[in-house]
């Protein structure tokens, strides 16, 4: 079994800086199965769409609308950080990490809420 516990989130006005952390904790194969980590993030009355995801060996993929501003890292192999610059309102929405573990489903977080005020 997995667990994903996030941190970070908040309120920011335009133009600011915000950091989220994920870190993925359990044990056993669906553990040790964790391959990609990522966001995704929703805003109300929208789809859920991907942020930003990073492989364990570093090949990252982001939303075109955040290229340039956020930055995906992974601290270990259990441990994904994103930070946020350039903060826009149109960044609004609920921040869930996301962890793929092949063969088993997805593992996801609660959610955490980022509010950009103009």
């Known amino acids: 079994q997995v667990q994903l516990v996030e941190s970070g989130g908040g309120a920011v006005q335009a133009g600011g800086s915000l950091r989220l952390s994920c870190a993925a904790s359990g044990s056993g194969l669906s553990f040790n199965a964790i391959n990609t980590m990522g966001w995704y993030r929703q805003a109300p009355g929208k789809q859920r769409e991907l942020v930003a995801r990073?492989?364990?060996?570093?090949?990252t993929d982001y939303a075109d609308s955040v290229k340039g501003r956020f930055t995906i890292s992974r601290d270990n192999a259990k441990t994904v950080t994103l930070q946020m610059n350039s903060l826009k309102p149109e960044d609004t929405a609920v921040y869930i990490c996301n962890a793929d573990r092949g063969i088993f489903p997805d593992a996801w977080g609660p959610g955490t809420q980022v509010t950009v005020s103009s």
């Open positions: 990073i492989s364990r060996t570093g090949r």
